[in-house]
């Protein structure tokens, strides 16, 4: 009965002619949606991601295809572990701000207050960001976030 379950399985998804039935060799999404984001935002962005599809596309961008980009990737999930903190703090002197709040949605405000007028500040998801005082505008596969004055003098 044990090997009876993997087996149906493996006999399910390996046909006959050899290959699995699953190819995912051409499937491009997660690098088009990477090389997008980037296209989309300036080039000393701060991109917040949300989410792990966006998050590994993302990164993948950053560190291989872009290395040289000075575009940060700020996992917003992630804020709230110290090692990850410690990690942002070294790769990126300066990128968060001392004392960062333990609370997961004002570390996240804290980050954008940071930058915001400074550096161009983007979210991967419009509802991630529930703060009344900021405005998003998607641009390409992200979210601008803007002051709201900043929102009225553009209009």
């Known amino acids: ?19 699995f039935r ?12 990477g090389e997008a984001a980037f296209r989309a935002v300036e080039p000393d962005a701060v991109i917040m991601a949300l989410g792990d599809n966006d998050i590994f596309s993302l990164w993948y961008q950053s560190f291989v295809v872009e290395e040289d980009s000075e575009v940060v990737v700020v996992v917003q999930n ?18 968060l701000p001392e004392g960062l709040p333990e609370e997961f949605d004002e570390a996240v405000k ?4 940071e930058h915001l ?3 161009p500040v983007y979210l991967t998801f419009d ?18 976030v803007l002051a709201k004055k900043d929102q009225e003098a553009g209009a």
Request: no cysteine.
């Open 110 to 113: 804290a980050v954008v207050n």
């Open 127 to 144: 509802d991630a960001f529930p703060a009344p005082e900021y405005d998003l505008r998607k641009e390409g596969e992200v979210f601008r």
């Open 78 to 95: 992630f804020l709230q572990f110290d090692w990850y903190v410690e990690d942002l703090r070294s790769l990126h002197p300066g990128l």
């Open 22 to 33: 699953l190819d995912l060799s051409g499937d491009r999404s997660a690098t088009d949606y």
């Open 117 to 119: 007028g400074r550096r």
């Open 1 to 19: 009965m044990v090997l009876a379950v993997p087996g149906l399985s493996a006999l399910r998804n390996y046909p006959v002619s050899g290959g």
